[in-house]
């Protein structure tokens, strides 16, 4: 418990038991002190619900309280199995701050969720796995990154820098009615070759793709 804290499910808990009761016995068989329990109910901010019974609780202050369990020994690992479900808007940002603030302590958390936009907005790292076999591990910029590739570029002679990058060999495809997509080349080649042409850009960026 001192070195590893995990949430798998946000059932474990007895129904009849208070919050704060089933915090104070896994506190006991880690020989925890009481002191720990009222911190980390504060942390997860469910110090108000601690003396109602489990069974009165919604699914987020189960997560919660999964979650204070699991940091009872201040432990230097999170391992959290989708820990914002049940949440409310206001929690899952909640979660979000709370987990970042904890990894920027020098500490891990390793989270399993398939909420692809939430984990996007939270870790530094992704790891896919496919059918039990590793795909790969890389960090989230540099994987959203991989997979696009593509240059989103917008000007007011979009016709004039499209036959300029026809002949430069690139690839281009309308997106509005003053936007290209570019398939390849990078940023650098596109924004050189519109300058050489003496055409305008209102906009120039590295289409990356999402986790989804």
Known sequence: ??????????????????????LRSLALASSIP???????????EL??????RVKGYSLGMRQRL???AALLGDPE?????EPANGLDPEGVRWLRDFLRRFASEGKTVFVSSHVLAE???????????????????????ELTARASGAIRVRSPQR????RALEDAGLQAAPLDPDGLVVAAGGTAQVGELAAANGIVLHELTEQGSTLE
């Open 1 to 22: 418990a001192r070195r590893v804290g995990a949430v798998l499910e946000s059932t474990d808990f007895h129904p009849g038991r208070r919050g704060r009761d089933h």
């Open 34 to 44: 009481d002191s720990r329990v009222d911190e980390v109910l504060a942390l997860v």
């Open 47 to 52: 110090t108000p619900a601690a003396r109602r």
């Open 119 to 141: 984990v996007a907005q939270t870790v530094d790292r992704v790891v896919i796995i496919n059918r039990g076999r590793h795909v790969t591990d890389a960090p989230l910029a």
């Open 159 to 162: 016709e004039q820098l499209a």
């Open 77 to 81: 690992l999170l391992v959290l199995d």
């Open 66 to 68: 999964g979650l204070a």
